[in-house]
């Protein structure tokens, strides 16, 4: 008996130690598996943040946000192949002279293009010339017409608060350049609107280079010119517009302010402001010592000279009398507001104003190193020539 209940204790202990064997390999087996999805749901999660995150660097790489000169917050592509400029006028030359092409750009305002067509741009740049400037319709932007080019970027003038609303409800990243950012300096603008290029294409670096130069050009001028007693200064006139009838001149709060005083002379027209309408009465008042016509009118200085325009007499006219009567040159754009071409208008003023003072200052071989500098071209002599003497159609104003 004793023997049987030995034998019947050791099975129990057997099936009890089965038991807690096949308990332990059981719990094992559970929680390897627990430890695999638990691995398996951590990889998973790693790797769902990780496509996120890759994810939202790739849209941040396609994208650029910059704050333009209007103040707006705008989120550009970072690819801009399709550029419309419209109300900036000289901004076709400042484009191509930072990113060295024109093929990007696939509409412009047409004053833009009768600028273009006649200064030495397309030399260089050709393609600009396939351009669209059908989207502006008697001087505002047709915004239908304008998708139709279907533009990653548009430029616009910063105050034409309308036009950029256009450009809002279409859908369309819209960037404002300001021509007052600067007080009308017209250096500080030519820097602004380089530096937002800057901005707009990630490229600080070249923008500041181009900035640099320009602003050396300024110091070099003005540091000689604020020195001149102001009765050794000319009585200068800029006439802005001049056809037809009607003629203009700018006064102080506008770039023919800063041109003439930082060249060394004075603005006859200082008590007007802007642009305004003016008769030959007025201009008998100031006889002024020296006139220059800018490329927005189609008269040329020896029109004055010749005194050849119907109803109006220059012959009594100081500087008529005098032979100091001068057209603004045109180069990659009309040398009167800032442009591309904008240091090479002081130093061209300054040696026309103040030519005793910058009697050393060599125009020609700075015209030259300027543009195989910034244009990558040789100049000739015909160049230079075209340059210093543009034709009536530049002006894009016809005389009836």
Known sequence: MRHKRLIACMAAVGVMMAAITGCSSNTTETTAAATTQATEAATTAEATEAETTVAETEAEEATRTIVDHAGNEVTLPAELDR?????????PSVFVQFRGTAEEIVGMHPSSMAAAENSYLINIYPEILEADTSFVVNGAVNVEELMKLDPDVVFYSATNVEEYELYKKAGIPAVGFSTTIADYDCVETYAAWIDQFGKIYGEQEAADAIIAEGRQVAEEIISVTSEIPEEEKPRVMIIMNYANGVMKVVGSNFFSEYWIESAGGVNVAADLSSSNEVNMEQVYEWDPDMIFITNFSPYLAEDLLNNTIEGYDWSNVKAVKEGKVYKFPLGMYRWFPPASDTPLVLQWLAKTIQPELFAD?????????????HYHVDLTDEDLEKIYNPTREASGVALK
């Open 361 to 373: 200052l060599d125009m020609d071989a700075e015209i030259r190193e300027f543009y195989k500098t």
């Open 83 to 91: 550029v419309v400029i419209s109300g900036i006028l000289p901004l």
